[in-house]
């Protein structure tokens, strides 16, 4: 699962700009916030793209609209927190508006949402398709509660299909759901069970965004990894991707997030092909203590992780692999997290992200004793995020000198003038450039590193 970052990245809000009729007076508007995973951005743009098709106009969620639309996360208590906040944001915006949540935390929980004052119509994440007929039905003050039993959305829901102008990588959902249920984990009660999308219906998208100048998709889901395990005959991940490199324009394949049990032999010799395919692996690993990983039912060892990142190492040159790692699972001693630590150190992953463990009420998780203080959570995630920048920092260090090839993206966040992109095994690399060069793949000679960023010139 792509668990959201400690930090909470940014509240998402699908474009505004883009395909949209010019406003009337009359035209109604609704404003979009999203928290949460990239699957979550995604389906908050096919949700205003709905809106849209149906005459809404798309304004930002700072401004004023007769419809405001949640998307909510619930994968740490951090996301119930969020979510509340910017629920009651809306309903303080424009009493009169109507307030809609959707999403995970209101999957899980629509009671307590409901509850919340200003809120009118509570859905989960499934019926999405019919959500605008349901805003257009219900009444300021209603409180319609229409979420339904996650475990009941047994096939996969197609949402319409959004390329937003102007960028170069878009994400595509290939799958939902998740029948894993680590003892952690919250996400299969507010997904539900793994779903695999009609593959014709992913070319179909994947071509669309090609044909509109995506050069890079990224593969995202639930639990992408186990694309195809619930179709008797359907292709698997590594076959999907195989059709998705026959697709002209689309210059690079880039897969978010696979748990290590699902990285197959076939997929590793697929990325070692080279383009499209990146070579790049987002593998969580949650613990790197044998027992801790027992009692998350994460059904693999240490010592497999050892042999699968020896394996992906051994086959695929210049790869980068990144990992999650939850800290303060209960029971976790300062020994267990010793070995987790030195699991990261030993096999040097590009960079981390680390999570507090954060009890969900219905995982068995939640109820299991020695739970870990607060501070000692604090204490350990700061000792990883500071392995992680040292990580991060002697992987990007050995391409200093070296000529790389790099996907223009955007203006450069940190300095004008400049334009940054992502190499295929996703190092953030700026030079100097024009907007013109967006979409384009540049060679550049790195030449220096600080903090995240490496930076350089162009290659004529
Ligand atoms: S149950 Fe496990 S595999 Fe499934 S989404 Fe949660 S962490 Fe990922």
Do not use: W
């Amino acid at each position: 699962m792509d668990r959201v970052r400690e930090k909470q990245e940014s509240n998402f809000q699908p474009p505004t700009s883009g395909l949209q009729p010019p406003a009337t007076d009359l035209q109604k508007s609704v404003a979009f916030v999203t928290l949460g995973c990239k699957v979550n951005q995604y389906e908050s743009s096919a949700l205003a793209e709905m809106f849209r098709a149906r005459g809404y106009q798309v304004v930002d969620f700072k401004e004023k609209a007769d419809v405001y639309v949640i998307n909510t996360c619930t994968v740490t208590h951090l996301g119930d927190r969020k979510s509340r906040q910017l629920i009651r944001r809306a309903a303080r915006a424009n009493p009169g508006a109507l307030v809609v949540v959707t999403g995970c935390y209101s999957q899980v929980s629509p009671g307590e949402v409901l509850e919340i004052p200003g809120v009118d119509l509570v859905t989960g994440t499934g019926d999405r398709s019919g959500i605008v007929e349901m805003v257009e039905r219900v009444g300021k003050g209603q409180k319609l509660n229409a979420v339904r039993e996650a475990r009941e959305f047994t096939e996969f829901e197609e949402l319409p299909a959004v390329a937003a102008t102007g960028r170069v990588r878009a994400f595509l959902k290939i799958q939902e759901g998740c029948d894993n249920f680590c003892s952690y984990c919250i996400v299969p009660y507010a997904r539900g069970p793994l779903k695999s999308r009609d593959p014709e219906k992913i070319l179909e998208e994947a071509r669309k965004l090609a044909d509109s100048g995506y050069r890079e998709i990224v593969l995202t889901g639930i639990h992408t990894g186990a694309y195809g395990k619930d179709k008797m005959n359907g292709p698997g991940l590594a076959a999907l991707m195989e059709k998705l490199a026959k697709i002209q324009g689309l210059s690079r394949i880039r897969l978010s997030s696979v748990e290590p049990m699902d990285i197959t032999g076939e997929l590793i010799s697929l990325l070692a092909q080279g383009p499209p395919f990146c070579p790049h692996l987002h593998i969580p690993l949650q613990s790197g203590d044998d027992s801790i990983l027992a009692a998350m039912r994460r059904g693999y060892t240490a010592d497999d992780i050892r042999r699968l990142v020896g394996l992906i190492r051994e086959k695929v040159s210049d790869v980068s692999i990144t990992t999650d790692v939850i800290v303060g699972f209960p029971g976790e001693s300062d020994e267990h997290f010793a070995n987790t630590y030195n699991l990261i150190r030993e096999l040097k992953f590009t960079s981390l992200h680390t999570f507090k463990y954060s009890p969900r009420k219905g995982t068995p998780a939640a109820k299991f004793p020695n739970q870990v203080p607060p501070e000692v959570k604090e204490e350990r995630s700061d000792r990883l995020i500071v392995l992680g920048e040292d990580l991060y920092s002697r992987f990007a260090s050995r391409y200093l000198g070296r000529d790389v090839e790099v996907l223009a993206e955007e203006g450069a966040h940190c300095c004008p003038g400049m334009i940054q992109g992502h190499t295929a095994n996703y190092l953030l690399v700026a030079f100097p450039g024009d907007p013109g060069l967006k979409g384009k793949f540049v060679r550049v000679s790195l030449q220096k590193l600080s903090g995240r960023l490496l930076t350089g010139g162009i290659i004529i």
